[in-house]
């Protein structure tokens, strides 16, 4: 049975296009019926055309052998072990399994300042600390999100007397999953900065500069508030993004409804309600109310992956967008090449991969100084 | 039935498999590609070799990774990589990393043990019988009870988890890792 299976794995592998786990799979399988009892000569001659019809057969066989020499090693574990028995795991002794590359996947971290524990917070804040203490406070992952947390001082300028605030803020180029007390949870994109205080009858978060998406848990007894400027976005259980360009903001809406209004209105004063998919953009006086597509909607919360997504985008916007995720600003110092439309997915955090491509697929020049990039026709 | 060019290969190239796959893992946003576009890098480098052996096969097999990305990207009009600084990078560590690094005997039996301890039961079994105690595949199968061609499939998989380990972790994070609980190890002995 074994024997057809190699055999049907070969033919799949015909294809120009192979794909390397299942050449990988094709030669394991040859590797091991090569180590059955019954190999023989027309075997032999088979493996021979299998490995001599692609280089990628060959590699994966000689990849799979030379290991399997390699493991030759595993004999000096059988040192010591009677003929017959197969030892039970975790019988050799070299020290704490490591698992580094686990580091690459794992999400960002925050390192969090101590603050003054309330007395019926104590208990609570403690294993909290232990909790932290047994994480690295920042991650071996070489693009580490650098998030700097401020606890600001019991008593803010919302709650004088029994409210405490604590602060947010992200560098540029950083991202932070912050949790709230609540339950909920608050992304932060670059150079953002956000002061929450979260209340038994209220969940108040004030937007300073930046950008956050909000993932309210559900609460019908404390709205979930955020203000930005002059005006407040309220929700009760939904997910929604909020960004603010000076007094500007954008509010996009993946989950439940909102309700933008201005600060200070009364029940006189305009609201708009946003439904999940829509997204709200305010200016000094309108607010206009859009459903981008979902492939757009994919684009406005891609930063949270820590990507920027462009489709069919102006260079000029482009690179207000990557600027502000970088302290060394890009300047297109030719208006002839603004309106280059470009397209394609970027790592936020790498503006060079996107200067370099701008370089060698388009007739632009970049100039790298050491406190700005600029950008001219070639 | 291995050529001494699939010997050059599995020695001077394979080894590099880890800092490979972690550096193409960096540089490719899609991860799914990452072994399609190894293999690639594999068969180019294979297949120059054939016509002259490179003096640095590390320094080669980077260099080709780097021109094989730059074409796909070339090819496709999507616009997508992380960066040329990574580039950049990687030839001053190439340039640093000689005489190569090699893991010392005791560094690389750990890693297996620990790959082959992850291996499921019925696999674990047929690996350590097949490979440490030599037994054949007919005598394997008696002794677990097993159809032949069960432990032929168990053999197969576990020769792609055993080549994984080896290859896949000999050098950068791993090594530093595996040295300093060596060190570590050493200690509590």
Same mark, same amino acid.
């Given at each position: 049975m074994a024997r057809s299976y190699g055999l049907r794995q070969w033919t799949l592998n015909m294809d120009p296009r192979m794909n390397s786990a299942d050449v990988e799979a094709s030669a394991a399988a040859w590797f091991a019926r090569r180590a059955s @009892? @019954?190999?023989n000569a027309t075997d032999q001659a088979q493996l021979e055309l299998w490995l001599s019809s692609s280089t990628a057969h060959r590699i994966a066989f000689v990849r799979l052998t030379a290991a399997w020499e390699s493991s030759g090693r595993l004999n000096a574990l059988g040192a010591g072990v009677p003929s017959g028995t197969i030892p039970p795991r975790n019988?050799? &002794?070299?020290g704490a399994v490591s698992s580094a590359p686990a580091a690459e996947t794992t999400p960002e971290r925050l390192q969090s300042l101590p603050e003054p524990a309330r007395p019926g917070e104590a208990r609570i804040r403690k294993s909290d600390d232990i909790r932290a203490a047994s994480?690295?406070?920042? $991650? %071996?992952? %070489? %693009? &580490?999100i650098a998030a700097v947390l401020v606890a600001a001082a &019991?008593? $803010?300028?919302?709650?004088? $007397?029994?409210a405490h605030e604590k602060s947010y803020r992200t560098q540029i180029g950083a991202l932070a999953a912050v949790p709230l007390s609540d339950g909920s949870k608050v992304t932060l994109n670059t150079d953002s900065e956000i002061h929450v205080a979260v209340t038994p009858t209220e969940r108040r978060v004030k937007l300073d500069q930046g950008e956050a998406f909000f993932e309210v848990a559900k609460d019908a007894a404390r709205p979930f508030i955020v203000e930005i400027a002059d005006k407040r976005v309220v929700a009760v259980g939904t997910q929604f993004s909020v960004r603010r360009d000076h007094d500007d903001i954008r509010v996009l809406v993946t989950d439940g409804r909102v309700r933008l209004e201005r600060h200070g209105s009364s029940s006189g004063a305009p609201q708009t309600q946003i439904a999940a998919g829509s997204e709200a953009r305010t200016t000094q006086t309108a607010v206009l109310v859009d459903q981008p597509a979902p492939a757009q909607v994919e684009q406005l919360l891609s930063w949270r992956a820590g990507y920027i997504i462009f489709r069919d985008t102006a260079l000029a916007d482009a690179v207000v967008e990557f600027n502000r995720y970088s302290a060394r600003k890009i300047v297109i110092a030719d208006p002839a090449i603004a309106g280059i439309r470009i397209g394609g997915n970027f790592r936020s955090d790498n503006a060079n991969a996107f200067l370099w491509l701008l370089q060698s697929g388009f007739p632009i020049r970049v100039e790298q100084r050491s406190d700005r990039v600029i950008l001219t026709k070639r | 039935m291995l050529t001494e060019l699939d010997e050059w290969f599995a020695t *001077?190239?394979?080894?590099?498999e880890g800092m490979l796959v972690r550096y193409l893992n960096r540089v490719w946003?899609?991860?799914? *590609?990452v072994l399609d576009l190894r293999q690639d890098i594999y068969v180019r480098v294979y297949e120059s070799a054939r016509r002259a052996l490179p003096t640095s096969p590390k320094a080669f097999l980077f260099a080709t990774a780097r021109n094989l990305m730059t074409d796909r990207i070339r090819h496709s009009r999507v616009v997508f990589i992380d960066s040329t600084q990574d580039l950049d990078n990687l030839n001053v560590l190439i340039d640093e990393i000689s005489p190569e690094r090699r893991l010392s005997a005791r560094q690389e039996l750990r890693i297996l043990a620990q790959a082959f301890d992850l291996l499921s039961e019925k696999c674990r079994n047929v690996v350590w019988l097949r490979r440490v105690e030599g037994l054949s595949q007919r005598d394997t199968a008696r002794r677990l009870g097993l159809h032949e061609g069960a432990v032929e499939s168990q053999l197969a998989r576990g020769v792609r988890a055993l080549a994984q380990a080896v290859f896949g972790s000999t050098d950068g994070a791993e090594l530093r890792a595996a040295t300093v609980d060596a060190q570590h190890g050493s200690e509590n002995e």
């Open positions: @009892d @019954d190999w019988t050799w &002794a070299f994480r690295p406070l920042f $991650s %071996r992952h %070489r %693009r &580490a &019991a008593g $803010s300028i919302w709650y004088l $007397s029994t | *001077e190239v394979l080894p590099h946003p899609n991860s799914a *590609e």
